[in-house]
């Protein structure tokens, strides 16, 4: 019998709270402005007003290559070889920074030095809140998020995974995975049921 060839699949990532620690540097300049403030990582702004956020997102503006320097997170190394399998299309909402290369370029680079990706899919949203109308537009197989207010805008109409984190658990009811590996062998599994189900 014929063995069954895998769909080729549309793969939808966010980058920073999934692929990207942002949080690191975000709490650090957060103390550096906010001395003596203490975080709590069940949502990652926890007693910071729109007054306290601002120089920190303004020091990120003036951090150059700023995207560029953020760590990988565990978990994702599958990236290097389901480019090949699958299309792979990232969907951000970072700010300009600082720099001659734009958002785009920059999160491409950060793909290319650490998963390899030869030639990275980079859509910057102009808010987060329009990610569920790019889903739809993109004809997305998945999604995985981590921002609580994503997900909870999300997952009850479309194939969207919480990328499990403490700021997240606030939204009951979505799919969790703890890693971005887990994510993408769950929506090869559940594709491959419905190919056998013919």
Same mark, same amino acid.
């Given at each position: ?16 709270g ?16 906010n ?21 920190? @997102? ?7 290559d ?7 997170l ?10 090949y ?6 969907v951000?909402?970072?700010i300009?920074t ?28 102009g808010? @987060? ?36 984190q ?7 009811g ?8 887990e ?16």
């Amino acid at each position: 019998m014929k063995e069954q060839r895998m769909k080729r699949l549309r793969i939808g990532l966010d980058v920073d709270g999934v692929l990207a620690d942002f949080i690191t540097p975000y709490y650090e300049l957060a103390r550096k402005h906010n001395p003596g403030v203490v975080f709590d990582d069940s949502t990652w702004h926890q007693g910071l007003t729109k007054e306290m956020e601002s120089p920190i @997102w303004d020091d990120i503006r003036k951090t150059g290559d700023f995207w560029l320097s953020l760590k990988p997170l565990p978990g994702a190394n599958i990236l290097t070889f389901s480019q090949y399998d699958h299309t792979l299309i990232f969907v951000t909402n970072r700010i300009p920074t600082e720099s001659p290369k734009s958002v785009e370029r920059q999160t491409a680079e950060w793909l290319q030095n650490y998963f390899g990706i030869e030639f990275p899919t980079v859509i910057v949203a102009g808010h @987060w809140y329009d990610k569920k109308d790019m889903y739809e537009l993109l004809r997305l197989d998945g999604y995985i998020d981590d921002k609580p207010e994503t997900i909870e805008r999300m997952y009850k109409k479309t194939n969207t995974y919480a990328y499990d984190q403490p700021w997240n658990r606030s939204v009951v009811g979505a799919k969790r995975v703890k890693t971005v590996n887990e994510y993408i062998e769950t929506l090869e599994n559940s594709v491959g049921e419905e190919i056998a189900k013919g």
